[in-house]
């Protein structure tokens, strides 16, 4: 009973408890062209997002080809290999979480999650409700 227990507990995949961890797999699942462990790591509101989307495309196209709201995710848009440099945290509070992404070109993103029963999931980019406002300049200084 151990032994079953022990091999049960090695096929659990925890690399989605720390958000850099789900970054990482997020990355290696759209390198992989997985597109339904892709969108199994995304935020319930995204997953939502993506069912609409798939919902009004399936109303333009008719009774022929159905879309899945996997089939949804533009996972065309990264490039193939995508070259990870690095992932870093930049801020977890509570529920929520930053994560940087760095290419090995130098190309950055933040991505925002949300901790969900345990697990980091991703916001879509259009979903990143964390990003401060742009600054304003200070007003000109009006003397005489």
Known sequence: ???AAALLLAGCDSEDRSPEGAVRKLV???????A???YRL???????ELVE???QA?????GGQRFKPED???????PARYELGSVKLVREEGERAIVQLLSKRG???DLVLRKVEAHWRVLLPAEKDEQPPPEKPPAPDKKG
């Not at 995304?42 to 939502?48: D, F, I, N, T, Y």
């Not at 399936?58 to 008719?62: L, P, S, T, Y």
């Open 28 to 34: 290696r699942s759209v390198d992989e062209g997985n």
């Open 53 to 55: 989307r798939a919902r």
């Open 1 to 3: 009973a151990a032994l």
């Open 107 to 109: 190309a950055r993103e």
């Open 36 to 38: 339904s462990e892709a």
């Open 72 to 78: 949804m995710l533009a996972l065309g848009h990264v």
């Open 42 to 48: 995304l935020a319930p509101e995204s997953q939502r």
């Open 58 to 62: 399936n109303a333009q196209v008719g």
